[in-house]
Protein backbone atom coordinates (compact mmCIF):
# COMPACT_ATOMS: atom_id res chain seq x y z
CA UNK A 1 0.00 0.00 0.00
CA UNK A 2 1.14 3.29 -0.56
CA UNK A 3 1.36 6.43 1.76
CA UNK A 4 0.80 9.88 1.86
CA UNK A 5 1.38 13.22 3.99
CA UNK A 6 -1.47 14.54 5.83
CA UNK A 7 1.08 17.16 6.96
CA UNK A 8 3.51 15.65 9.36
CA UNK A 9 1.58 12.63 9.42
CA UNK A 10 2.55 9.38 7.29
CA UNK A 11 -1.29 6.96 6.51
CA UNK A 12 -1.53 4.84 4.22
CA UNK A 13 -3.59 6.51 1.29
CA UNK A 14 -6.32 4.13 1.72
CA UNK A 15 -8.02 3.98 5.18
CA UNK A 16 -11.07 2.51 6.77
CA UNK A 17 -14.26 4.06 8.07
CA UNK A 18 -15.25 2.37 11.25
CA UNK A 19 -18.74 4.08 11.01
CA UNK A 20 -20.97 1.14 9.65
CA UNK A 21 -19.64 -0.99 12.40
CA UNK A 22 -21.74 0.61 14.60
CA UNK A 23 -25.00 0.39 12.93
CA UNK A 24 -25.28 3.41 10.19
CA UNK A 25 -27.16 2.15 7.27
CA UNK A 26 -28.32 -0.79 9.05
CA UNK A 27 -30.47 -2.04 12.08
CA UNK A 28 -28.19 -2.80 15.10
CA UNK A 29 -29.11 -6.39 15.60
CA UNK A 30 -27.64 -6.86 12.29
CA UNK A 31 -24.51 -5.86 13.19
CA UNK A 32 -21.63 -8.34 13.50
CA UNK A 33 -18.82 -7.34 15.44
CA UNK A 34 -16.99 -10.56 15.16
CA UNK A 35 -17.07 -9.83 11.36
CA UNK A 36 -15.92 -6.20 11.73
CA UNK A 37 -13.10 -7.07 13.88
CA UNK A 38 -11.95 -9.90 11.37
CA UNK A 39 -12.23 -6.75 8.59
CA UNK A 40 -10.34 -4.39 10.10
CA UNK A 41 -7.82 -7.65 10.70
CA UNK A 42 -7.46 -7.60 7.29
CA UNK A 43 -7.10 -4.10 6.14
CA UNK A 44 -4.17 -3.67 8.54
CA UNK A 45 -2.63 -7.20 6.58
CA UNK A 46 -3.47 -5.53 3.47
CA UNK A 47 -1.63 -2.37 4.42
CA UNK A 48 -4.10 -0.20 5.90
CA UNK A 49 -2.25 1.96 8.76
CA UNK A 50 -5.22 4.57 8.86
CA UNK A 51 -8.52 3.82 11.32
CA UNK A 52 -11.20 5.88 11.36
CA UNK A 53 -14.29 6.54 13.76
CA UNK A 54 -15.96 8.39 16.29
CA UNK A 55 -17.84 8.38 19.86
CA UNK A 56 -20.42 9.79 18.19
CA UNK A 57 -21.08 6.11 16.50
CA UNK A 58 -23.02 3.85 18.05
CA UNK A 59 -22.92 5.95 20.49
CA UNK A 60 -19.31 4.72 21.23
CA UNK A 61 -19.53 1.27 20.04
CA UNK A 62 -17.43 1.81 16.63
CA UNK A 63 -14.80 2.62 18.95
CA UNK A 64 -14.83 -0.25 21.30
CA UNK A 65 -14.68 -2.57 18.23
CA UNK A 66 -11.93 -0.59 16.72
CA UNK A 67 -10.47 -0.67 20.11
CA UNK A 68 -10.90 -4.35 20.48
CA UNK A 69 -9.34 -5.16 16.93
CA UNK A 70 -5.98 -3.24 17.50
CA UNK A 71 -5.00 -5.00 20.40
CA UNK A 72 -1.88 -5.92 19.73
CA UNK A 73 -1.18 -4.38 17.28
CA UNK A 74 -1.42 -0.56 18.31
CA UNK A 75 1.85 0.39 16.68
CA UNK A 76 0.84 -0.85 12.91
CA UNK A 77 -1.89 1.84 13.52
CA UNK A 78 -2.80 5.58 13.18
CA UNK A 79 -5.69 5.97 14.90
CA UNK A 80 -8.67 9.28 14.50
CA UNK A 81 -11.51 9.67 16.05
CA UNK A 82 -13.54 12.66 16.82
CA UNK A 83 -15.67 14.55 19.36
CA UNK A 84 -18.12 17.14 19.84
CA UNK A 85 -21.10 15.39 18.58
CA UNK A 86 -21.92 14.14 23.12
CA UNK A 87 -22.03 16.47 25.15
CA UNK A 88 -20.60 14.87 28.58
CA UNK A 89 -22.54 17.67 30.83
CA UNK A 90 -25.58 15.66 30.65
CA UNK A 91 -26.77 16.66 27.06
CA UNK A 92 -25.70 13.42 25.85
CA UNK A 93 -25.72 11.91 22.03
CA UNK A 94 -26.36 14.15 19.13
CA UNK A 95 -25.82 17.30 21.23
CA UNK A 96 -22.93 19.31 19.58
CA UNK A 97 -20.83 20.55 22.27
CA UNK A 98 -16.36 21.28 21.49
CA UNK A 99 -16.05 23.71 24.78
CA UNK A 100 -13.02 23.16 26.32
CA UNK A 101 -14.12 21.33 28.89
CA UNK A 102 -16.22 19.08 26.90
CA UNK A 103 -13.30 18.54 24.54
CA UNK A 104 -11.68 17.02 27.31
CA UNK A 105 -13.68 15.10 28.92
CA UNK A 106 -14.35 13.17 25.30
CA UNK A 107 -10.59 12.27 24.82
CA UNK A 108 -10.95 10.34 28.03
CA UNK A 109 -13.93 8.46 27.13
CA UNK A 110 -12.18 7.62 23.62
CA UNK A 111 -9.06 6.54 25.04
CA UNK A 112 -10.07 4.00 27.26
CA UNK A 113 -12.33 2.38 24.67
CA UNK A 114 -9.75 2.58 22.12
CA UNK A 115 -7.51 1.17 24.73
CA UNK A 116 -4.29 3.54 23.94
CA UNK A 117 -2.85 6.93 25.83
CA UNK A 118 -2.86 8.44 22.42
CA UNK A 119 -5.36 9.35 19.99
CA UNK A 120 -3.29 10.30 16.11
CA UNK A 121 -5.34 12.76 14.70
CA UNK A 122 -8.45 14.01 17.00
CA UNK A 123 -11.20 15.60 14.84
CA UNK A 124 -13.44 18.05 15.60
CA UNK A 125 -16.93 16.16 14.39
CA UNK A 126 -18.92 19.48 13.55
CA UNK A 127 -18.41 22.92 13.72
CA UNK A 128 -19.97 24.16 16.90
CA UNK A 129 -21.67 27.53 16.60
CA UNK A 130 -21.66 28.21 20.77
CA UNK A 131 -18.33 27.65 20.83
CA UNK A 132 -15.23 30.03 19.15
CA UNK A 133 -13.13 27.64 17.18
CA UNK A 134 -10.50 28.90 18.89
CA UNK A 135 -11.72 27.65 22.90
CA UNK A 136 -11.87 24.66 20.95
CA UNK A 137 -8.66 24.64 19.10
CA UNK A 138 -6.65 25.63 22.41
CA UNK A 139 -8.22 22.48 24.28
CA UNK A 140 -7.04 19.88 21.79
CA UNK A 141 -3.71 22.07 22.21
CA UNK A 142 -3.35 21.40 25.46
CA UNK A 143 -4.13 17.64 24.82
CA UNK A 144 -1.45 17.66 22.63
CA UNK A 145 0.82 19.13 25.12
CA UNK A 146 -0.08 16.00 27.34
CA UNK A 147 0.25 13.90 24.67
CA UNK A 148 -3.07 12.59 24.63
CA UNK A 149 -3.33 13.81 21.20
CA UNK A 150 -0.75 14.27 18.38
CA UNK A 151 -2.47 15.92 15.62
CA UNK A 152 -6.14 18.04 15.41
CA UNK A 153 -8.49 17.81 12.70
CA UNK A 154 -11.37 19.70 11.44
CA UNK A 155 -14.62 18.14 9.85
CA UNK A 156 -17.00 19.86 7.42
CA UNK A 157 -15.33 23.43 8.50
CA UNK A 158 -15.68 26.39 6.46
CA UNK A 159 -12.93 28.33 5.28
CA UNK A 160 -12.91 31.21 7.95
CA UNK A 161 -13.28 28.60 10.66
CA UNK A 162 -10.30 26.32 9.07
CA UNK A 163 -7.82 29.60 9.26
CA UNK A 164 -8.82 30.84 12.27
CA UNK A 165 -8.69 27.27 14.11
CA UNK A 166 -5.25 26.85 11.97
CA UNK A 167 -3.69 29.92 13.78
CA UNK A 168 -4.30 28.68 17.15
CA UNK A 169 -3.31 24.99 16.31
CA UNK A 170 -2.29 24.18 13.09
CA UNK A 171 -4.76 21.59 11.76
CA UNK A 172 -3.46 18.71 9.97
CA UNK A 173 -6.65 17.47 8.17
CA UNK A 174 -9.92 17.84 6.90
CA UNK A 175 -12.41 15.63 6.70
CA UNK A 176 -15.28 16.27 4.60
CA UNK A 177 -17.52 14.72 1.98
CA UNK A 178 -15.59 14.15 -1.69
CA UNK A 179 -16.23 12.10 -4.54
CA UNK A 180 -17.11 11.32 -8.03
CA UNK A 181 -20.42 13.24 -6.86
CA UNK A 182 -19.80 15.67 -4.55
CA UNK A 183 -17.06 17.66 -5.55
CA UNK A 184 -17.69 20.72 -3.64
CA UNK A 185 -14.52 20.72 -2.15
CA UNK A 186 -12.30 21.51 -5.42
CA UNK A 187 -13.75 25.46 -5.45
CA UNK A 188 -12.45 26.86 -2.46
CA UNK A 189 -11.79 24.41 0.16
CA UNK A 190 -8.64 22.06 -1.25
CA UNK A 191 -7.07 25.09 -2.78
CA UNK A 192 -6.87 26.75 1.21
CA UNK A 193 -5.83 23.02 2.63
CA UNK A 194 -3.03 23.26 -0.03
CA UNK A 195 -2.04 26.57 0.95
CA UNK A 196 -1.73 25.85 4.44
CA UNK A 197 -0.39 22.57 4.10
CA UNK A 198 -3.48 20.66 5.33
CA UNK A 199 -4.08 16.96 4.17
CA UNK A 200 -7.79 15.90 2.54
CA UNK A 201 -9.43 12.88 4.01
CA UNK A 202 -12.70 11.83 2.14
CA UNK A 203 -15.59 10.38 3.59
CA UNK A 204 -18.08 9.17 1.66
CA UNK A 205 -15.87 8.29 -1.71
CA UNK A 206 -18.13 5.73 -2.54
CA UNK A 207 -21.23 7.54 -2.58
CA UNK A 208 -22.95 6.35 0.48
CA UNK A 209 -22.65 2.59 -1.28
CA UNK A 210 -24.19 3.89 -4.78
CA UNK A 211 -20.69 3.99 -6.62
CA UNK A 212 -20.06 0.85 -5.68
CA UNK A 213 -22.58 -0.41 -8.73
CA UNK A 214 -24.34 -2.39 -6.20
CA UNK A 215 -26.98 -0.47 -5.59
CA UNK A 216 -29.91 -0.29 -8.35
CA UNK A 217 -33.16 0.38 -6.14
CA UNK A 218 -33.72 1.30 -2.31
CA UNK A 219 -36.58 -0.70 -1.91
CA UNK A 220 -34.02 -3.24 -0.27
CA UNK A 221 -33.39 -0.46 2.14
CA UNK A 222 -34.40 -0.93 5.93
CA UNK A 223 -37.16 1.23 6.77
CA UNK A 224 -34.61 3.14 9.21
CA UNK A 225 -31.66 3.52 6.29
CA UNK A 226 -31.13 7.00 6.26
CA UNK A 227 -30.40 6.98 2.60
CA UNK A 228 -33.77 6.60 2.02
CA UNK A 229 -34.31 10.34 3.18
CA UNK A 230 -31.24 11.61 0.96
CA UNK A 231 -32.11 13.80 -1.95
CA UNK A 232 -29.30 11.86 -3.92
CA UNK A 233 -31.04 8.17 -3.23
CA UNK A 234 -34.96 9.71 -3.93
CA UNK A 235 -37.06 9.82 -7.17
CA UNK A 236 -35.76 10.93 -10.32
CA UNK A 237 -32.74 11.79 -8.84
CA UNK A 238 -31.32 8.46 -7.91
CA UNK A 239 -32.66 7.17 -11.62
CA UNK A 240 -30.57 9.81 -12.91
CA UNK A 241 -27.59 9.04 -10.66
CA UNK A 242 -27.63 5.48 -11.51
CA UNK A 243 -26.48 6.62 -14.61
CA UNK A 244 -23.41 7.97 -13.65
CA UNK A 245 -22.61 4.76 -11.65
CA UNK A 246 -23.00 3.44 -15.26
CA UNK A 247 -20.18 4.80 -17.08
CA UNK A 248 -18.35 4.47 -13.79
CA UNK A 249 -18.77 0.82 -14.52
CA UNK A 250 -17.95 1.13 -18.03
CA UNK A 251 -14.76 2.73 -17.35
CA UNK A 252 -13.93 0.27 -15.27
CA UNK A 253 -14.53 -2.56 -17.08
CA UNK A 254 -12.18 -1.66 -19.70
CA UNK A 255 -9.36 -2.22 -17.25
CA UNK A 256 -10.68 -5.02 -15.07
CA UNK A 257 -11.87 -2.92 -12.11
CA UNK A 258 -14.79 -2.22 -10.10
CA UNK A 259 -17.07 0.42 -10.00
CA UNK A 260 -15.57 0.63 -6.12
CA UNK A 261 -12.39 0.79 -7.75
CA UNK A 262 -12.54 2.82 -10.44
CA UNK A 263 -14.20 5.84 -8.56
CA UNK A 264 -11.82 5.43 -5.87
CA UNK A 265 -8.75 5.46 -7.98
CA UNK A 266 -10.03 8.23 -9.48
CA UNK A 267 -10.27 9.73 -6.06
CA UNK A 268 -6.24 8.54 -5.31
CA UNK A 269 -4.98 10.68 -8.82
CA UNK A 270 -6.45 13.99 -7.07
CA UNK A 271 -3.01 14.92 -5.38
CA UNK A 272 -0.78 13.03 -3.02
CA UNK A 273 -2.31 14.89 -0.04
CA UNK A 274 -5.64 12.94 -0.31
CA UNK A 275 -6.63 10.13 1.67
CA UNK A 276 -9.91 8.68 1.54
CA UNK A 277 -11.70 6.49 4.22
CA UNK A 278 -14.11 4.01 2.26
CA UNK A 279 -16.64 2.82 5.57
CA UNK A 280 -16.93 -1.19 5.42
CA UNK A 281 -17.90 -3.79 7.94
CA UNK A 282 -17.08 -6.42 5.39
CA UNK A 283 -13.58 -8.35 5.18
CA UNK A 284 -14.87 -8.90 1.18
CA UNK A 285 -15.24 -4.96 0.99
CA UNK A 286 -11.62 -3.89 2.54
CA UNK A 287 -10.08 -6.57 -0.13
CA UNK A 288 -12.02 -4.46 -3.14
CA UNK A 289 -11.28 -1.27 -1.92
CA UNK A 290 -7.60 -1.55 -0.84
CA UNK A 291 -7.11 -3.27 -4.37
CA UNK A 292 -7.45 0.24 -5.88
CA UNK A 293 -4.60 1.40 -4.95
CA UNK A 294 -3.02 -0.59 -7.86
CA UNK A 295 -5.50 0.97 -10.41
CA UNK A 296 -3.99 3.17 -13.06
CA UNK A 297 -6.55 5.02 -14.94
CA UNK A 298 -5.36 6.33 -18.53
CA UNK A 299 -5.32 10.09 -18.86
CA UNK A 300 -8.35 9.71 -21.15
CA UNK A 301 -10.10 7.71 -18.68
CA UNK A 302 -9.65 10.04 -16.23
CA UNK A 303 -10.71 13.13 -18.38
CA UNK A 304 -14.16 10.93 -19.07
CA UNK A 305 -14.76 10.50 -14.94
CA UNK A 306 -13.56 14.12 -14.83
CA UNK A 307 -16.65 15.19 -17.34
CA UNK A 308 -19.36 12.87 -15.73
CA UNK A 309 -22.31 15.28 -14.79
CA UNK A 310 -22.77 16.49 -11.06
CA UNK A 311 -24.71 14.31 -8.53
CA UNK A 312 -28.50 15.29 -8.91
CA UNK A 313 -30.13 16.68 -5.70
CA UNK A 314 -28.81 17.66 -1.96
CA UNK A 315 -26.14 15.78 -0.67
CA UNK A 316 -27.94 16.08 2.45
CA UNK A 317 -31.50 16.60 3.85
CA UNK A 318 -31.81 20.20 5.05
CA UNK A 319 -31.86 18.75 8.80
CA UNK A 320 -28.20 17.40 7.77
CA UNK A 321 -26.91 19.75 5.87
CA UNK A 322 -27.97 22.39 9.11
CA UNK A 323 -25.46 21.26 10.82
CA UNK A 324 -22.52 21.96 8.23
CA UNK A 325 -20.38 25.15 8.74
CA UNK A 326 -20.73 27.68 5.48
Do not use: C
Not at 12 to 34: F, H, K, N, V
Not at 58 to 71: D, H, K
Not at 161 to 184: C, F, G, K, M, N
Amino acid sequence: MKHVSLGSLDISRIGLGAMTMAGTYTSEGALDDAESIRTIHRALDLGVTHIDTAEIYGPFLSEEIVGRAVAGRRDQVVLATKFGLVSHSGGGAGVVDSSAANVKAAVEGSLRRLGTDHIDLYYQHRVDRNTPIEETAAAVADLIAEGKVLHFGLSEASPDTIRRAHAIQPVTALQTEYSLWTRDVEAEILPLLRELGIGLVPYSPLGHGLLTGQIRTVDDFADDDWRKTNPRFTGENFQRNLTIVDEVRAIGGEIGATPAQTALAWLLARGSDIAPIPGTRRVARVEENTAADRIKLTTHQLNRLDNLPPAFGARHDDANMASIDA
